[in-house]
């Protein structure tokens, strides 16, 4: 059920407020308490080198990606140098899951959870925590709740286990055609990966993109399309 929020709340909003927000989420990551992170797009540098360190220094953390970063060419070498310096198993990538009607939609929450004593602390936004995220127009909330917490770490462990099960966890070449100099993509590509796309299509610049090599082939669905 939904939550309502009675604890004070601190709220940042973009791109006025921007590099507040980030330094403050940045702060946040650094704690060395255990983290749960939920990302659809994860780039910026500061982020993943907190993580991890936090990982270097044995502090428990768990990460959930969108799989959609595994298909881009901007993306996926930072995923992969990423999930290749934390330990087996704590960067996991996803989609919506089973609480939605169509599974293999975007994981689109962009929300952190630091088991700081002696509450818990929450990061929630729309902004996505890349170089980009904090100065688009977006955004973001802090604040300290064990029952918040409670909800989003077994929600994360619902949503990981899943996704295990699930989510294909390998990262696959990307096609050339993809080759982006852009850390926000989304500007130039819109969710080309194996999930629906909603009201979201394929395009470079206007042009169709070519489907990635392999099985995939694009394949109408009831708004829009879907790789299959």
């Given at each position: ?56 220094a ?42 939605s ?12 959870c ?26 973001c909330a ?39 100099e ?47």
């Open positions: 059920m939904p939550l309502t929020v009675t604890v004070p709340t601190t709220w940042y909003s973009l791109p006025r407020e921007g590099a507040q927000a980030q330094a403050d989420f940045l702060a946040l990551l650094a704690l060395p308490v255990e983290t749960y992170v939920m990302a659809f797009t994860l780039t910026l540098a500061p982020a993943l080198a907190a993580l991890e360190a936090l990982a270097a044995g502090v428990p953390v768990h990460v959930l990606l969108d799989r959609s970063q595994c298909l881009m060419c901007y993306e996926t070498p930072k995923v992969r140098a990423f999930m290749a310096a934390m330990p087996a198993g704590s960067v996991v990538l996803t989609t919506a899951g089973p609480d009607p169509r599974p293999s939609v975007i994981m689109h929450r962009k929300s952190a630091k088991l700081t004593t002696p509450v818990p602390t929450l990061w929630k936004g729309s902004a996505n925590p890349t170089a980009e995220g904090f100065m688009e127009g977006n955004e802090c604040c300290q709740s064990a029952e918040l917490a409670a909800e989003f770490v077994a929600d994360f462990a619902a949503l990981e286990t899943w996704a295990l099960a699930h989510v294909d966890q390998t990262l696959p070449a990307v096609p050339a055609a993809l080759g982006l852009t850390e926000d993509w989304r500007e130039y590509v819109v969710n080309v990966h194996p999930c629906v796309f909603g009201e979201h299509y394929p395009m470079i610049s206007g042009q169709e993109v070519p489907a990635p090599p392999g099985d995939y082939h694009l394949v109408p669905v009831e708004e829009g399309y879907e790789i299959a």
